[in-house]
């Protein structure tokens, strides 16, 4: 099946700094990838929607400025959490879709990073 | 109120064990429903997805009910295995993006 790749697998950071992850499609081609995020014994909240070549959309309450998006391929989305601070502690994980499968094609997940802020 | 609601568990069984979980969604656009598996501290893995009929794969057996806007999972024979959370998903029509529940979380134990 489709693979999504998600580096880095862990990460800690201090206060203050930036951190960027990557999502890769490593077999197929991926229009948007979805980025969401986890807290400990929650549900997957979506934080925003990548869209290749545009700009994402973000849901209501996540900050565009501190969660920046860049899908600048077809197999590529990075996610950076700017000037973080330990609240952003979670474990954020990416999602895709084959180009042309439709809204109803199988999410593929990456393995997730999970961001420690000291 | 949540759009996507579980019970959290944990849900206790041993092996062999039957196990039911529920779920209930409140918005009637949603069109597609799934049940996804996450182990611990690891990203969610597609289950099965659940259709209007009712549908069965193995030891497990979704259903959907649309009116009461309900979907169930059944597992038979639980296996150790089967240990992990079990996510309600759902798509909303005009949405890309899943909507996920909390998550049930099962322990079968020996």
């Known amino acids: 099946g489709a693979v999504v790749s998600q580096h880095p697998s862990r990460v800690i950071c201090k206060s203050g700094t930036s951190v960027k992850i990557e999502c890769r499609s490593l077999?197929?081609?991926?229009?948007?990838m979805f980025w969401y995020r986890q807290f400990p014994k929650q549900s997957l909240m979506l934080m925003a929607t990548?869209?290749?070549?545009?700009?994402?959309?973000?849901e209501q309450g996540v900050e565009k400025d501190k969660f920046l998006i860049n899908h600048a391929s077809l197999t590529l989305s990075t996610l950076t959490v700017t000037s973080a601070h330990p609240e952003d502690s979670s474990f954020y994980i990416c999602s895709a879709r084959e180009k042309g499968q439709g809204g109803t094609g199988e999410l593929f997940f990456g393995e997730g990073s999970r961001l420690t802020v000291l | 109120r949540k759009e996507v609601e579980q019970d959290p568990g944990p849900f206790n069984v041993p092996e062999g064990a039957t196990v039911a979980f529920n779920c209930t969604y409140s918005n009637s656009a949603s069109q597609s429903f799934f049940w996804y598996r996450q182990d611990c501290r690891k990203e969610p893995k597609l289950l099965m997805s659940v259709y209007s009929s009712g549908n069965e794969d193995g030891r497990f057996t979704a259903q959907l009910n649309r009116a009461s806007q309900y979907i169930s999972l059944l597992i038979r024979d639980s296996k150790l295995s089967d240990s992990a959370t079990y996510l309600c998903v759902v798509l909303r029509t005009g949405r890309r993006a899943l909507t996920f529940g909390s998550g049930t979380r099962l322990q079968v134990q020996p």
């Open positions: 077999d197929f081609q991926a229009t948007t």
């Open positions: 990548s869209n290749e070549g545009s700009k994402a959309t973000y």
